[in-house]
């Protein structure tokens, strides 16, 4: 009798395909990516040439997907494939996207969870099919920042219920990377949050400056937890969002920020994709960010910096922006 409830249960539990490497790339290479704001990437990427990043930051909220219409592919989508179109370039590369999912905000999740945005759901299948490409898919991004206000456990039913549409998508089970990110500006502690190993490809974490600098790795600093306890489940992690916060790129000494970033690589594999933000901080947004500087190491100024980033990621350990076929083949994809 214990035996046929155990086979039931198994029976009644949602399945999930348990493949932490979607989307890994090769012991010891890391991903290049970069953003955030309109224009950022493509300067960004213009300035390295070949040594450009493969992954392009987006932002996209649930709240424009469920006013969608159903069964089409909604304007957002459009014109990120536009984007990705345009950032191919004269070397046809395949740009892969790594898109911020922002949930319904201040206790609202809860309605993902409940089935009210199952709409939005399921438009953001559809656009991640018409994509045409693999995606990182950052669910809840920041999810233990404040500003946000997710709950533990309305939080982790939004996540679960967002990834059984992905893994039950034949096309985007295998395709696209779901990514459980946090933020170290906060003091929230991320383990409650945690939505489970079977729905985790990737791991996620979002670093500045002060508390959160790469600089920053002891027991007691945010970082510890993402490079040292939460490494153990084996799963890459990302940083996810990143900028020499309170610095400006034309400022020599704020290599010392570049060169702790490379100084972690070094010492933390698992970190395996990185992202940088490369943007003037303030204007950015209307002046939203007052004292986070200007990182933009393309610009006039800023050559020290620019020039030494631009040989760093030329060297071997970092995938950078290249044909479909490379890519696929980098990050275990087969064409279909």
């Known amino acids: 009798m214990i035996l046929l409830l155990l086979l039931l249960l198994l029976c009644l539990t949602p399945s999930f395909t348990s493949a932490r490497s979607r989307l890994q790339p090769p012991s010891g290479r890391v991903i290049h990516g970069g953003g955030q704001e309109l224009g950022d990437f493509e300067n960004y990427s213009s300035f390295l040439g070949k040594q450009g990043p493969l992954v392009k930051m987006f932002y996209l909220g649930m709240g424009g997907l469920n006013t969608t219409e159903p069964g089409t592919v909604a304007s957002w989508f459009v014109e990120a494939l536009s984007g990705l179109t345009i950032d191919a370039g004269v070397d046809d590369a395949l740009i892969i996207p790594q898109i911020g999912l922002q949930l319904p905000l201040h206790g609202e999740e809860q309605k993902v969870a409940d089935g009210q945005y199952d709409n939005a759901i399921d ?171 200007d990182s933009r190491i393309e610009i006039p100024g800023a050559e020290y910096v620019g020039s030494r980033w631009s040989a760093e990621v030329d060297k071997p350990r970092w995938a950078n922006r290249a044909n479909r076929s490379v890519v696929l083949a980098l990050l275990g994809v087969q064409e279909q």
């Open 123 to 293: 438009s953001l299948v559809l656009g991640l099919r018409y994509l045409s490409r693999p995606s990182f898919l950052r669910i809840g991004y920041e999810f233990n920042g404040e500003w946000n206000s997710y709950k533990p456990t309305s939080y982790i039913g939004a996540y679960r219920r967002i990834a059984s549409f992905i893994r039950n998508d034949t096309l985007l089970n295998n395709s696209i990377a779901l990514t459980w990110d946090g933020s170290c500006d906060t003091k929230v502690d991320p383990s409650p949050f945690y939505p489970g190993e079977d729905v985790v490809d990737w791991q996620g974490v979002n670093i500045f400056s002060a508390s959160s600098d790469p600089s920053a790795i002891s027991p007691q600093d945010c970082l510890w937890y993402w490079l040292t306890d939460n490494s153990k489940s084996g799963t890459p992690l990302m940083i996810g969002e990143s900028t020499p916060r309170g610095r400006n790129a034309t400022d020599a000494s704020t290599w010392s920020w570049f060169a702790n970033v490379i100084t972690m690589l070094d010492l933390y594999p698992i970190v395996q994709l990185f992202n940088y933000i490369d943007t003037n901080w303030i204007t950015d947004e209307g002046g939203r960010w007052p004292g986070w500087g």
